[in-house]
């Protein structure tokens, strides 16, 4: 078993910077990688960006490009997301999934690709 717990979240102006941080336990030498997804009122459950665990090798959904910086310290058992330039359609809970099964796939962004997830923390930006 792995125990995912995100923070960080908050209330912020657009253009503004938020980190949120992904903190593991358990299990942890059996994570391959993981990734955060967003969810937004009435709409779907959506990937944002992904890390794996050992070669550090990261994905970005297209909105979050040069915006967004996923990074881990394996030390700590820690996935952080640093969010910069902030827009209002960023908006959403956020959550940290982890997994735990080899994957042959280049890109890991589906939610059936992470078998352990947080509780979520919620991200708002102001216009």
């Known amino acids: 078993q792995v125990q995912i717990v995100e923070s960080g979240g908050g209330l912020v102006q657009a253009g503004g910077s938020l980190r949120l941080s992904c903190a593991a336990s358990?299990?942890?030498?059996?994570?391959?990688?993981v990734g955060w997804f967003r969810q937004a009122p009435g709409a779907e459950r959506d990937f944002v960006a992904a890390?794996?665990?050992?070669?550090?090798?990261?994905d970005y959904t297209d909105s979050v490009k040069g915006r967004f910086t996923i990074a881990r310290d394996n030390a700590k058992n820690m996935v952080y997301l640093q969010m910069n330039s902030l827009k209002p359609e960023d908006t959403a809970v956020y959550y940290c999934?982890?997994?735990?099964?080899?994957?042959?796939?280049?890109?890991?962004?589906?939610?059936?690709?992470?078998?352990?997830w947080g509780q979520g923390t919620q991200v708002t930006v102001s216009s």
């Open positions: 999934a982890a997994r735990t099964r080899a994957s042959l796939k280049n890109y890991n962004r589906g939610l059936t690709d992470y078998n352990y």
């Open positions: 358990g299990r942890t030498f059996s994570i391959y990688g």
């Open positions: 890390i794996s665990w050992n070669g550090g090798s990261t």
